[in-house]
């Protein structure tokens, strides 16, 4: 099972279209995951048409997303549990804000977004995983997404391109 995982694509406001990377592994995925902020709901739809997309809200995402998206979310694949939040809010840092959001429940993997910065690290035994954007790099040298493959083992992956 190939899940693509991307967050922040802020689009229209900071890409017209998806980068030829993260095209070419949607088109091949069994499922998205989209951790907020795409800004509108037209994008929703753009990734829709690639597959199955399992997506939350983020704080730039419109009103009509931020109605039709919960928050968090909690997803099992293949024996995987996979918590998915955007990581916004206020104090603490964004990978301990996406932490404390699944401390109610046992998960495998917190994927989360809102930095934009690329970060695959265990914290109290969780994996956590930003894919980075696509679209916003900010100040870093390369766009990113992620990868998660299962099978009998699993692996996540970030994918980097200019």
């Given at each position: 099972m190939k899940i693509v995982?991307?967050?922040?694509?802020?689009?229209?406001?900071?890409?017209?279209?998806?980068p030829?990377?993260?095209q070419k592994d949607l088109t091949?995925?069994?499922?998205?995951?989209?951790?907020?902020?795409?800004?509108t709901l037209d994008v929703f739809e753009a990734f829709k048409r690639y597959g199955e997309l399992i997506?939350?809200?983020?704080n730039v995402d419109n009103v009509e997303l931020q109605s039709l998206l919960p928050k968090r979310r909690i997803i099992e694949k293949k024996g995987l549990k996979i918590g998915i939040v955007h990581g916004d809010g206020k104090g603490?840092?964004?990978?301990?804000?996406?932490?404390e959001a699944f401390d109610d429940v046992d998960v495998d993997v917190i994927i989360f977004g809102h930095s934009h910065i690329p970060y695959s690290r265990f914290m109290k035994g969780v994996l956590l995983f930003n894919p980075g954007s696509p679209t916003d790099?900010?100040?870093?040298?390369?766009y990113s997404h992620g990868v998660l493959t299962i099978g009998d083992t699993w692996k996540i992956e970030h994918i980097f391109y200019k």
């Open positions: 995982i991307v967050s922040d694509t802020h689009m229209p406001r900071k890409g017209r279209s998806l030829d990377p993260l091949d995925s069994d499922l998205i995951i989209h951790g907020g902020d795409f800004q997506a939350v809200s983020g603490k840092t964004t990978e301990k804000r996406a932490l790099k900010r100040k870093l040298p390369y």
